[in-house]
């Protein structure tokens, strides 16, 4: 297999996910699958070919650094899941 | 009812947009329970939005064409103060603080907005069937999936429960359920339409485009939701060619029929090609031969950048938060029980290709087979004008047959994933059938030929059951 169950546990972790010993098996098996599958493009020709991570043909869009109107914080606070007053409430950061 | 019909009606007055929206909202009430094309039904908005239309058109202020007409949104963009689920547990009370970019233009040029469809959880999937709000069912049989990952948008159009719907491509997802329900699906030139407002899923991939009864009302609300927005760094400010028609060059790649297409699907496609052909369109076989690459470069790229995106769903600022001692946990707890098993799969797979020690075997080797694919179509199209194929290997299948095995699911896609590749422009539109399921042509032609391509595809509008009403 391409990935072992101690990768995917690894890999869990780093996406703050938490899996089943069950999802475990299962993701170990599915991204197994896959890895395997997608192992096939080291036959591509790819050398000398630079890499693209978007094809748009666009470089540096950037905007003026100027001050404009942004959403009310009651409106967006309307989603938050725990809030109190004018802000989110969360877990302790610091114990 | 096309939007064309729609228009005309409501232009001489044998209706009003308060009539054909409560028409619409009727029919979403008798269908929806069967089908589940739509999440949300927004009864009381689309109300006001008929009545504010009738009122224009009363003082002869109409806005446009679609001006009262009613329209459906794939619920994973976001409209100001309703809910915006993207198809999962994890959102599924947010409601958006602000309208993305082609609401505005919608809302600006007067349509009448019914709701929000159903699709896959986060657009992730090829039969609906990964919404947490269930599947959707295919109209042509109920028994079968309506393809995605917009097959809410796609079931509604087919079942006439709107007149037109809004979709969203990132591997097919606007062409194969277009193809499988057989309705007309455009994925634009990646950067026509601005994303601004669109919930993230592979960035580079994403495009929004319409989906509709024939492929005339395709281009009508193409030209309304495209042009160039400041609030998406990737929106071009470029407008689509429009290029003389006479005397094309269709390329047929040997690779769209090799193996895994079924046998039947093949023949409709290559009779609705000879049709072009009788036309006076010279048919050509081509060949791209990094086609075979395209699904695996899709699934590492696409995974590794909605890893990158999902990790916004943490349970802290909005949407879905689980119980937990601790902040750690909050993170681990909401998204374990936030997202659906695909999500934690694609999240999962693109966390793993980008990590350290792993990202050069599969990242940056899928960005560079991805310029090769980009290359095989420049090159394609030096000798030919657009590319002709089958949208999907087969008709809609069987829900459940394929949610065992991720893999067989994402098959699907084989056709369609090179075009979000290289950010071309494609259509999907009705070519026949099976029995009563239907199958799609599909139209691919160079960057910012958004405009030919519809032309061409309008030129089987009302011919082998292209068009419905």
């Known amino acids: 297999m391409a990935i072992k169950k101690e990768d995917v546990e690894h890999v869990a972790k780093l996406a703050r996910i938490k899996i089943s010993d069950e999802e475990k098996e299962k993701f170990t098996e599915d991204l197994g699958k896959i890895l395997n599958y997608v192992e096939e493009l080291n036959a591509a020709p790819t050398e000398g070919v630079i890499p693209v991570a978007q094809i748009s043909n666009l470089e540096n869009i950037a905007r003026d650094d100027t001050i404009t109107e942004s959403l009310p914080n009651e409106k967006v606070l309307e989603n938050a899941p725990e809030k109190d007053g004018k802000f989110i409430k969360v877990k302790k950061v610091f114990e | 009812m096309t939007i064309k019909e729609a228009s005309e009606k409501l232009k001489s007055g044998e209706i009003n947009s308060v009539e054909l929206t409560e028409q619409y909202l009727d029919k979403i009430r008798e269908l929806n329970p069967k089908i589940n094309a739509y999440i949300t039904v927004l009864d009381d908005i689309a109300m006001k939005m008929a009545k504010a239309s009738d009122k224009r058109r009363k003082n002869g202020e109409v806005l446009s064409e679609i001006d009262g007409i009613p329209i459906a949104i794939k619920d994973n963009m976001a409209m100001d103060g309703t809910k915006t689920t993207a198809g999962s547990k994890i959102l599924e009370n947010f409601i958006s603080p602000y309208d993305a970019t082609v609401i505005s233009k919608l809302k600006n040029a007067g349509a009448v907005i019914l709701g929000k469809t159903n699709m896959d959880e986060f657009a992730m999937g090829s039969s609906t069937e990964t919404s947490y709000f269930g599947p959707t069912k295919n109209p042509a049989d109920i028994e079968r999936v309506p393809g995605g990952s917009s097959g809410g948008s796609a079931a509604a159009v087919a079942a006439d429960m709107c007149v037109a719907a809004i979709g969203s491509d990132t591997g097919g997802s606007i062409r194969q359920p277009a193809s499988l329900c057989g309705v007309v699906g455009f994925k634009p030139t990646y950067g026509m339409v601005s994303r601004y407002g669109l919930f993230a899923m592979a960035s580079s991939l994403d495009q929004i485009g319409p989906m509709t009864k024939n492929s005339e009302d395709a281009e009508i609300l193409f030209n309304i939701i495209a042009g160039y927005d400041e609030k998406d760094s990737t929106s071009v400010n470029q407008k689509s060619e429009i290029r003389n028609q006479k005397n094309i060059r269709i390329g047929v790649p040997k690779e769209y029929f090799a193996e895994g297409l079924d046998p039947e699907v093949k023949k409709i496609i290559e009779q609705a090609i000879e049709s072009y052909k009788k036309l006076g369109a010279e048919i050509k076989e081509i060949s791209l031969p990094n086609q075979k690459y395209a699904l695996s470069t899709y699934y590492i790229l696409m995974p590794v950048e909605v890893a990158s995106n999902l990790a916004r769903f943490d349970g802290i600022k909005y949407g879905y938060r689980a119980g937990a001692e601790n902040l750690i946990d909050t993170y681990f707890n909401t998204r374990a029980e936030g997202f659906g098993e695909e999500a934690k799969r694609r999240i999962m797979l693109g966390t793993y290709a980008s990590s ?46 394929k949610t065992d095995d991720p893999l067989t699911m994402y098959l699907s896609d084989i056709y369609t994933i090179s075009v979000n590749l290289a950010g071309l422009p494609a259509i999907s539109i009705p070519a026949g059938k099976i029995d009563k399921l239907p199958v799609g042509l599909h139209i691919i032609g160079p960057q910012f030929s958004d405009n030919n391509i519809i032309e061409l595809a309008r030129q089987q509008d009302g011919i082998q059951g292209a068009s419905i009403s």
């Open chain 2, 356 to 401: 350290a020690g792993y990202v050069d075997q599969y990242y940056n080797k899928a960005q560079k087979v991805r310029a090769l694919i980009k290359k095989d179509f420049d090159e394609a199209f030096k000798e030919i004008d657009f590319i002709m194929g089958p949208v999907s290997p087969t008709t809609a299948f069987k829900i459940g047959e």
